[in-house]
């Protein structure tokens, strides 16, 4: 029998129109229902409901390609006019597994049917639909419950077999070519009903007003580290590498702020993640900023080395195309990469997940942010009462385990108070 080769896939073509409307109000709580997507900092970004398309992406790359062809093919409706605002118009939102080859995880990017975004003074409603559908009408907000009681397990490690894992982690750094891997743990929360991720995200982006909160198909977090911005050409990285956790009292906390900036083993940390990411952006990138010491980043529960590293990005490199070449970062991988993804896989008998892995959008023009999906958890898409958190350190020759295990715990923090009671 003879069969016909398959003609080229034809798709619906996306039609998007965008119109300003009214201060929507906290964006967290203007999301519809426990599947709508957030992205929030200071009050700021965007929400999505719905969903347009939907592609399980192997790799960072092969997302790039599939927003390329649907960006080509998008019949704009309605634009915002005025500023051309990046996140306005057709916006893909996307969560990244940290390591495709030790996962049973899965990236996705999603593009929603109505998007509400606020920024600079100005708010706006898109909508997103394929040709061949009708128009999306205005959702009900459904009712947020509480999830009631929640109790904390380990993961497969318990505290002091993490430990141990950061001692041989030190071992072989000392013996090694590692310089530096990161090393995360888990913990799995039980709650008494479906854990409802709008609850998180309206709790966290107060918390944590100056971090990126996000949710993205399960996985919710805010998260203080910026891997890539893209914004009219520019490209920003915020490295975050050497941690503190805070005291109760603020003068103490000046005192360990002046401290870690001069820790030889967090500004040893530091430099490594640095470097990967100047490395990594150099390439697509032209008058990079590289400043020369970090300061001191305060959040509500530790104080972090930071950089923030700027660039003239190249005009054809996507903010996802910079996303693929800096992940993963030596910020949560370590150096040199290949070594730290392997020696990974080995001790922390973890299945990262989406966890550490770039959580985003990017816009029609290529513009926009993929953070680090850190300070997070990942709802079971079978169970919603159950959340798997995550929080790792970077571990240097000078690193001691109980003091890795102490950072851990600060980590877990803002996701397990925004699931307290
Ligand atoms: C890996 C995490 O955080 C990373 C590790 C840090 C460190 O070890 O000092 C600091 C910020 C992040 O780059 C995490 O929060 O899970």
Redesign the pocket.
């Known amino acids: 029998m003879r069969t016909s080769a398959p003609g080229p896939v034809e798709r619906p073509r996306l039609l998007v129109a965008t119109e300003e409307i009214a201060d929507p109000g906290p964006l967290a709580d203007a999301m519809p229902d426990a599947a709508t997507t957030a992205w929030i900092r200071r009050g700021e970004g965007m929400i999505g409901y719905g969903e347009a398309a939907r592609h399980k992406a192997t790799s960072l790359a092969d997302a790039e390609q599939w927003w390329r062809e649907l960006r080509d093919q998008l019949v704009v409706e309605s634009a915002l006019g005025g500023d051309d605002l990046p996140g306005t118009g057709f916006v893909a939102f996307g969560s990244f597994v940290f390591d495709p080859d030790n996962t049973a995880a899965e990236s996705v990017l999603i593009i929603p049917e109505l998007i509400i975004g606020r920024r600079a003074g100005r708010a706006w409603r898109t909508t997103i639909r394929p040709s061949d559908a009708p128009p999306i009408s205005a959702p009900r907000i459904e009712p947020v419950e509480a999830p009631g009681a929640v109790t904390f397990a380990d993961g497969k490690l318990s505290g002091p077999e993490w430990e141990q894992a950061v001692a041989e982690a030190v071992g072989r750094i000392m013996t090694t070519e590692l310089d530096k891997v990161?090393l995360?743990r888990e913990l799995v929360a039980i709650a008494d009903s479906p854990i409802d991720p709008r609850r998180l995200v309206s709790r966290l982006s107060e918390e944590y007003a100056t971090c990126w909160t996000y949710h993205v198909d399960g996985l919710v977090g805010a998260t203080?580290?910026m891997l890539v911005r893209r914004e009219a050409g520019l490209a920003t990285s915020r490295v975050?590498?050497?941690?503190i956790r805070r005291s109760a009292d603020a003068g103490q906390d000046l005192a360990l702020a002046a401290s870690l900036a001069h820790s030889s083993k967090?500004l040893e940390?530091h430099e490594y993640?640095v470097t990967s990411v100047a490395r990594a952006l150099a390439p697509y990138c032209s008058g990079m900023n590289v400043p020369d010491a970090p300061y001191v980043l305060e959040l509500p529960n530790v104080l972090?080395l930071a950089t923030d590293v700027t660039a003239v990005a190249a005009p054809e490199a996507s903010s996802l195309a910079l996303a693929a070449a800096l992940h993963p970062s030596a910020?949560?991988c370590g150096t040199p990469t290949a070594l730290a993804r392997s020696t990974i896989a080995e001790l922390e008998h973890l299945d990262r997940d989406r966890?550490?892995g770039p959580v985003g959008w990017i816009d029609a023009d290529g513009d926009g942010e993929w953070a680090?999906a850190?300070?997070c958890g990942r709802i079971d898409a079978d169970d919603p009462r159950q959340i798997r958190l995550?929080?790792?350190?970077?571990i240097v020759g000078g690193s001691n385990p109980e003091a890795e295990l102490a950072?851990s715990v600060a980590?877990l923090v803002p996701m397990r108070d925004a699931l307290a009671g």
């Open positions: 990161v995360a203080p580290e975050l590498a050497g941690t967090d940390e993640a972090h910020a949560v966890y550490a680090i850190l300070r995550y929080a790792g350190c970077g950072e980590k």
